[in-house]
């Protein structure tokens, strides 16, 4: 694969802003745990979060998709270019939509068990590794690009690649979330008042160019 392998590398989950309240007192839980939140709000094509619950995970932790919390290595995901576009399951808005970053480091430090793919989960050309010496297998060229849209025969495979995950086995405890990423200034205070009334100290900040 091409690209640069990041010094530190980041893990991006987006997520509705409703759902924070939840994951500040809980941290983040795999779809597949009984600790789940009773109001959250999903944003998700229905087709493809039922083929994530079906998709094995065939290296160690193993299980299937819905047994960890999944990430992207990188923001402006062809997921979140769908809800702009309106060709989502869901009537939220960009706005809406927040990112959770995480640091693999610190994954790894505090000795949680994950997983990576070379592109979208459950397609067949995704490869699946839980070694980080493996992590050149990713297209970072094409993570860190202005450009993702595949377009043969020159890009024939950019948005599956793009969409390469990171998935972290099971939980990520809340003092593990590096910061918290937002499309405006309403929403970061929004935010930032959600992190003060629980106690923390997490950066909560405005990241235009993350968007659509």
């Not at 007192?25 to 709000?41: E, F, Q």
């Not at 839980?130 to 970072?140: R, T, V």
């Not at 930032?192 to 629980?198: I, Y």
Request: aromatic share 12%.
């Amino acid at each position: 694969m091409s690209g640069k392998i990041p010094e530190t590398v980041f893990g991006y989950r987006i997520t509705h802003y409703k759902n924070i309240p939840f994951i500040l007192r809980n941290g983040l839980y795999c779809s597949s745990s009984p600790r789940i939140d009773a109001s959250y709000v999903n944003i998700g094509k229905t087709d493809i979060i039922n083929k994530r619950e079906r998709k094995q995970i065939d290296v160690s932790p193993y299980g299937r998709i819905h047994d960890y919390v999944s990430f992207y290595f990188g923001p402006k995901s062809p997921m979140l270019y769908s809800i702009s576009k309106g060709n989502s399951n869901t009537t939220c808005q960009q706005t809406d939509v927040i990112y959770i970053v995480i640091s693999l480091p610190k994954i790894i430090e505090a000795g949680l068990k994950f997983v990576f793919t070379t592109g979208q989960a459950i397609m067949q050309l995704s490869t699946q590794h839980n070694d980080i010496k493996e992590l050149d297998q990713i297209a970072w060229d094409i993570i860190q690009d202005k450009y993702w849209f595949d377009d043969p025969p020159e890009y024939p495979d950019r948005a599956r690649r793009r969409m390469a995950e990171l998935l972290i086995h099971k939980h990520i405890p809340v003092n593990l979330i590096a910061g918290i990423g937002v499309m405006n200034e309403y929403m970061e205070k929004e935010i930032s008042k959600m992190v003060n009334e629980v106690g923390l100290t997490l950066q909560v900040k405005t990241f235009r160019h993350w968007y659509y």
